[in-house]
């Protein structure tokens, strides 16, 4: 009987759970998962979880549990259930020892039963503990987090093999159990899995975005807007005395640059509404979908109850967002006519069937974190390292005197014959990745690597800071300091796999050749306009980071003093 009965709470909980999981695409602006109407019940939950410790050890090498379980709460004497419960850690010792003998799997730390080495590493996976795995167990190894297999790499050798040898077997991409939500199971761009829609998304997006001959176009247009930023940046009475959070004012920028890409729309100012409700939602989404808070759900999935609340905020977020961009800029931009921009490539593909107006949107969404994001933290990050180092804005201030001659502005054009301008790019780049661990690949089949054997789905996390910040590679790690690209030789290309914070291969950044001109033109202006100097009382800016699912951020919203040059 009670037996019985958890068998149907299970599969209950089972089915409840797909249905999360299984939300069809077009959900994206409509009914809300059906398990957030399910009425709450923690003490099944508990007493699922219970049972699912339990049958654990049925795991098969993909971590399914068996449902054949179920029947070991048959037994209600209590010794009869001790016993079957050192049977059943018994049975898993020998399982996984039968697994350990029947394939080699890549070295990693002890895992221990259920939750493998979250608790070792609870505080989440980032570039320099992997870092640290790294040194004690090699560049290929594994990690067991929860039930998620998480391959760890962490040597150019073992990056070139993965991202572009093997680029295909390692192509897809793992999509936790938010962005799985968030990516509608990744019919975006980002996080689509490897192959026929994914290559439809690339080849959709790129002719708008991701050729030289975009950033022809468009270069005017960034240049024009930097200048407005430090125009309003020069008239900011508290930038020359206490100084100014330049946060807020670039990333108004950086939104202008590619919603003008994007749609041609301008945002007039920070208290623009529009402006301000799209800054709500984008920070909703990412202080939700960005946390580590989640983690425990989503690598032991027998915990996932008891984020019923979490992911239905998550879920209603991400909804709440999709219908403000579709009415606010993809209805809006219907209604207009002429030349064709940016998202007019996306609403066509849409409408000749080849991609879904989620995807669209998807799309639109990728974009704001994706393009936006990375680019605005490299520059913020980028600012703090020239206030921090006198000497080097000296040394670009007189490599751009020398260059163009004095006062003559920065143009896109002019990058290549700056070296010491695109040297500090480059520095930044390495010291400040901002996706410090690329995104997720992941293996849809068994794959071998190394000698190793790669079960199927595992999360493939390529370390590409740990590797530009590792001294087999590079000397003097603890100086910032862009010299070091002036005779090297690396290149941003991908391949210099020493050095790949766009990634390499297939799914590397499309975006790089609208981020690096960016990062140049944007410290270059910023350097011709203003001194930049830590405000007062202070002599740095303080540069401590702060991690997130997929990103690497300054922590602070520190204050720096912009001096216009010549005062
Ligand atoms: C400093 C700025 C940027 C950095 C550091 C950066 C970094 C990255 C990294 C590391 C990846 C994943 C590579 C991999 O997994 O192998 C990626 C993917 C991507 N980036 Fe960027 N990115 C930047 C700017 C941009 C911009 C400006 C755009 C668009 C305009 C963009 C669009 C994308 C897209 C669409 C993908 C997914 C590609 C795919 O999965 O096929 N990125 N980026």
Not at 217 to 228: D, F, M, N, P, T
Not at 512 to 531: D, T, Y
């Amino acid at each position: 009987m009670r037996g019985g009965r958890f068998k149907i709470g299970r599969l209950k909980h089972a089915q409840a759970w797909a249905a999360v999981s299984d939300q069809p695409e077009n959900d994206v602006v409509h009914t809300p998962p059906r398990i957030f109407n399910a009425p709450a019940c923690h003490s099944a939950e508990l007493r699922i979880w219970v049972l699912e410790l339990s049958t654990w050890v049925l795991m098969d090498s993909h971590n399914n549990v068996s449902i054949e379980a179920a029947p070991f709460i048959n037994f209600s004497a209590s010794s009869l259930i001790s016993t079957s419960l050192v049977a059943l850690v018994g049975a898993l010792l020998l399982a996984k020892v039968v697994q350990k003998m029947r394939l080699k799997l890549p070295p990693g730390p002890f895992a221990w039963p259920i939750v493998g080495n979250f608790l070792q590493l609870r505080t989440g996976l980032t570039p320099q503990t992997l870092a640290a795995v790294a040194k004690k167990y090699g560049d290929v190894c594994l990690l067991q987090m929860g039930q998620r297999k998480v391959l760890v790499i962490s040597s150019p050798a073992m990056a070139k093999e993965v991202l572009q040898t093997q680029g295909v077997e390692f192509g897809s991409r793992a999509r936790n159990l938010v962005f799985d939500m968030t990516t509608g199971h990744g019919q975006d761009f980002v996080f689509a899995d490897y192959g026929e829609h994914w290559r439809k998304m690339r080849r959709i997006a790129t002719v708008p975005f991701f050729t030289n001959k975009v950033v022809q176009q468009s270069r005017l247009a960034w240049e024009q807007e930097i200048g407005q930023a430090i125009s309003e940046i020069t008239a900011m009475p508290e930038s020359t005395t206490s100084g100014i959070i330049i946060r807020d004012r670039l990333q108004l920028m950086m939104y202008n640059i590619m919603y003008h890409m994007m749609f041609r729309r301008r945002f007039s100012g920070l208290d623009d509404p529009l402006y301000v409700q799209l800054m709500k939602h984008n920070r909703d989404n990412h202080h939700l979908a960005q946390s580590f808070k989640y983690n425990y759900g989503d690598f032991v999935p027998s915990f996932k109850p008891f984020l019923r609340g979490y992911l239905k905020d998550v879920w209603a977020a991400n909804q709440r967002r999709l219908v403000f961009l579709r009415d606010a800029f993809l209805n809006e931009r219907r209604k207009q006519t002429g030349q064709k921009i940016g998202v007019d490539f996306f609403l066509d593909a849409h409408l000749k069937g080849e991609i879904s107006e989620s995807s669209v949107l998807y799309l639109v969404q990728n974009m704001n974190v994706a393009a936006i994001d990375t680019t605005l933290w490299s520059t913020e990050w980028g600012v703090a390292e020239l206030v921090n180092n006198p000497r080097i804005q000296r040394k670009i201030i007189d490599e751009l005197d020398n260059v163009l001659g004095k006062g003559v502005p920065l143009t896109e054009p002019d990058l290549p014959r700056l070296p010491y301008l695109q040297a500090m790019v480059k520095e930044i780049l390495r010291v400040h990745m901002v996706v410090p661990l690329l995104l997720p690949h992941m293996n849809l089949e068994a794959a071998k690597l190394a000698g190793y054997d790669i079960p199927a789905g595992c999360r493939v996390l390529v370390n590409a800071w740990g590797i530009a910040n590792d001294p087999r590679y590079w000397d003097k790690l603890e100086e910032f300091n862009p010299d070091r690209f002036l005779d090297n030789n690396v290149e941003l290309n991908g391949n210099d796999f020493r050095f790949i914070p766009f990634g390499s291969g297939r799914r590397s950044c499309p975006g790089s050749i609208i981020a690096l001109p960016l990062l140049g033109l944007v410290l270059g202006k910023l350097l011709q306009a203003f001194e930049i100097l830590p405000p007062p009382g202070d002599n740095k800016v303080d540069l401590s980071s702060v991690g997130s699912q997929l990103g690497l951020t300054i922590a602070k919203r520190s204050r720096v003093v912009m001096k216009p040059r010549g005062m």
